[in-house]
T-cell receptor, first 119, second 111 residues
């Protein structure tokens, strides 16, 4: 089974520029997540999609970040304009549909991430 | 807001020694997941704990979920160099279902 695909793997931009990241989840996975992982920290959830609907975007800086999953499969995350503090690894993850059991949630499968450096 | 705290942040051990990382939440969790991230890699799911007081084992790894469902631990017996990496706990809030990652414990193993 193919894993979560992300591109590009690395990106270097200057502050105030725009950047976009792409994610292709595992086939059949209804839930897709975008995380920001700053060096030395744990992943921080930016946005969660269930099919093509947003479940949680409470920690997404909406003045500069946007994300979409138009057909409920691939997703893109955009930053416009970028700031120095946006330098991080952006991880995409997906999980299969449905609850594994009462009180349980399915595991998340992470992609390799995109390492963004803002100069 | 809800935080999930992990200690220690770093741990250096001699190969063969044991290792434990602790995860604490300010509020009750519906479940907790553990992930391992190798240097330069991405988080990989290890296990999920759901029940109060639950204990699960995977070979040399033992995972526990506290009785109050606010804390968890991961214990590795007789570490090996292949155990090197950062171990994250991720707790899910009971009311919102949101998954909150701890800051991780980075394990170094000296051969």
């Amino acid at each position: 089974e193919a894993g979560v695909a992300q591109s590009p793997r690395y990106k270097i931009i200057e502050k105030r520029q725009s950047v976009a990241f792409w994610c292709n989840p595992i086939s059949g996975h209804a839930t897709l997540y975008w995380y920001q992982q700053i060096l030395g920290q744990g992943p921080k959830l930016l946005i969660q999609f269930q099919n093509n609907g947003v479940v949680d975007d409470s920690q997404l800086p909406k003045d500069r970040f946007s994300a979409e999953r138009l057909k409920g499969v691939d997703s893109t995350l955009k930053i416009q304009p970028a700031k120095l503090e946006d330098s991080a690894v952006y991880l995409c993850a997906s999980s299969p549909p449905g609850l594994a059991a009462q009180g349980s949630y399915n595991e998340q499968f992470f992609g390799p991430g995109t390492r963004l450096t803002v100069l | 807001g809800q935080q999930v705290m992990q200690i220690p942040q770093y741990q250096h051990v001699q190969e063969g020694e044991d290792f434990t990382t602790y995860c604490n939440s300010s509020t009750t969790l519906s479940n907790i997941q553990w992930y391992k991230q190798r240097p330069g890699g991405h988080p990989v799911f290890l296990i999920q704990l759901v029940k109060s007081g639950e204990v699960k084992k995977q070979k040399r790894l033992t995972f526990q979920f506290g009785e109050a469902k606010k804390n968890s631990s991961l214990h590795i017996t007789a570490t090996q160099t292949t155990d090197v990496g950062t171990y994250f706990c991720a707790g899910r809030r009971s009311n919102t279902g949101k998954l909150i990652f701890g800051q991780g414990t980075t394990l170094q193993v000296k051969p």
